[in-house]
């Protein structure tokens, strides 16, 4: 049985250029682009300038965005600012005026078309006590939440300064989008654009694994997490987790077997494997799943149903990955037009 429930693709971006502007002259922006210049190395920096240059208008403009989503049958975005716009070097001053700018920009590019588009903010996770501030600011401009990094420099997720942040993410029932900017294994993932394709499903699987085996999840068990890219590897080899949790004193931080705490969290289905995506349902629960692009980059898709219909799932799960897992996860009302 089907619902009318609408199709809902929760991993789609915004470029801001009033973002880029604040940080133009500021003082780090140089050291931040020679690190990201050393972690892609200069092949897929030649690639990826005029890949993102053919994507401006479905970035920024509202109409361009809505034509593609009806191309797609989609008829909901959650749009998050592009990860590069984290800027997480960026001093407590400047910090504050990007939150504001990217929060006001998003809110006010969702609300030309509020009924198909929804936004997610930005917080400063480099500088946790404005975390919670950054948060209520998106919020109170009615975006559902904010998106975060794997981690910000020098803090890992599990960092005891994130707790007041966590708990008042719970508290509001805020959504965290947890998308990757850059990984840590630097230049090793120079070539062949390793730093995203080997990069970002690492940091995910890093960042994940903090939060469970820190006992975060346990502390805060109503946080609403969507992790990007399919929860990266940790979902497909979560049995090395459990296994260290049942053998290893120091890997038992956490309250459950490691495995249990993916049925706390959701996922998008952006793994570009079908096989994958039905292990992904098999170890996180069909309700857990949620429709992702990662509109408009070409690391994404630009047929999100097809690579759905792919996994050949039951009419059921489709339907909820599809769409219905998304709408109760954001509270939508049916027959969201489109």
């Known amino acids: 049985m089907t619902t009318s429930a609408p199709t809902v693709d929760v991993h789609a971006h915004l470029l801001l250029p009033k973002v880029e502007a604040l940080v133009a002259d500021a003082p780090g922006l140089a050291a931040a682009k020679e690190l990201d210049a050393r972690r892609n190395g200069a092949a897929s920096l030649a690639v990826s300038g005029p890949m993102v240059r053919d994507r401006i208008p479905r970035l920024t403009d509202v109409k361009a965005r809505l034509a593609a989503m009806d191309q797609q049958g989609v008829d909901v975005q959650l ?9 997480y070097w960026a001093d407590q001053d400047l910090a504050r005026r990007l939150y504001e700018t990217a929060n006001s920009a998003t809110a006010a590019h969702c609300a030309q078309a509020p009924e198909r588009l929804l936004g997610l903010g930005l917080v400063p996770m480099q500088h946790p006590e404005l975390a919670l501030h950054a948060l209520d600011h998106a919020l109170g401009l009615g975006l559902r939440g904010v998106e975060i990094s794997s981690h910000a420099p020098g803090r890992e997720l599990s960092d005891p300064a994130y707790e007041p942040f966590w708990a008042w993410a719970q508290e509001t029932e805020a959504v ?4 990757p900017f850059g990984c840590t294994l630097d230049e090793r993932l120079d070539q062949w654009y390793l730093s995203n394709t080997v990069g970002q499903p690492t940091e ?3 960042a994940l694994s903090h939060l469970i085996f820190s006992g975060v999840l346990d502390r805060h068990p109503g946080l609403r997490i969507i992790a990007a890219h399919g929860g990266g590897y940790l979902p497909t080899h979560i049995g090395r987790s459990d ?8 890997a038992r931080s956490c309250e459950q077997p490691p495995s249990s705490y993916l049925r706390r969290l959701w996922f998008d ?11 992904l349902i098999r170890t996180a629960g069909a309700d857990r799943v949620l429709l992702g ?3 408009p980059f070409d690391m994404g898709t630009e047929d999100p149903l ?3 219909r792919s996994a050949d799932l039951t009419a059921t799960d489709f339907d909820a990955v599809r769409g219905a897992n998304a ?4 509270r939508l009302t049916e027959g969201v037009p489109r």
């Open 79 to 87: 749009v998050s600012p592009s990860p590069s716009h984290y800027h």
């Open 176 to 179: 965290l989008f947890l998308h």
């Open 204 to 206: 995910n699987a890093v």
């Open 243 to 250: 296994h260290a949790w049942r053998t290893r004193p120091d």
């Open 269 to 279: 289905s952006l793994v570009h494997d079908p096989a994958v995506l039905r292990e």
């Open 293 to 295: 692009s990662d509109f």
């Open 306 to 308: 097809g690579a759905l």
């Open 327 to 330: 709408a109760a996860l954001l």
